[in-house]
């Protein structure tokens, strides 16, 4: 009997900032809609995250939004839940701003306007092909 394996190739195809912020989930939330002109949601089920070698899974916070003009899905998604971590490699970033279908948005200009806020220690963009755990953001 012949077997078939099946290889996925997933779609990378987002941009990525990392947020220092020890500010609460929700006061960022506000924070960005305020300087940004969002409007970040708190979506009704959090990302439930089981890494491969833990036996527990943790549940991280998600905020998201969807512009209508440049059809860009804004997902502000919390980085640290417990012990555990979505991107392990990136332990100073408390908070991940995910940009999917951005093709109207300079992430370095939002980079500099995040850094701006108060709340926020510092903010820097993420090359996401380099990560090693890049499939955690894959929901």
């Known amino acids: 009997m012949t077997r078939f394996q099946l290889e996925v190739e997933y ?8 947020i220092s912020c020890h500010a609460p989930d929700y006061r960022l939330c506000w924070a960005l ?3 940004l002109a969002l409007k970040l949601g708190k979506k009704e089920n959090d990302l439930d995250n089981k890494p491969k070698k833990q036996t527990e899974s943790s549940v991280h916070s ?24 979505i991107i392990p490699e990136h332990k100073q970033a408390d908070y991940l ?7 109207a948005v300079e992430t370095d200009e939002l980079v500099n306007r995040i850094k701006m806020i108060e709340m926020v220690l510092t903010a820097y963009k993420i090359e996401v092909k380099s990560l090693k755990s890049k499939e955690n953001l894959i929901f």
């Open 11 to 18: 779609d990378y195809d987002f941009d990525l900032i990392g």
């Open 33 to 35: 809609n305020q300087n």
């Open 62 to 85: 998600l905020y998201e939004y969807y512009h209508d003009e440049d059809h860009i899905i804004y997902q502000l998604l919390e980085n640290k839940s417990g012990n555990s971590m």
């Open 97 to 103: 701003l995910i940009l999917r279908n951005n093709y």
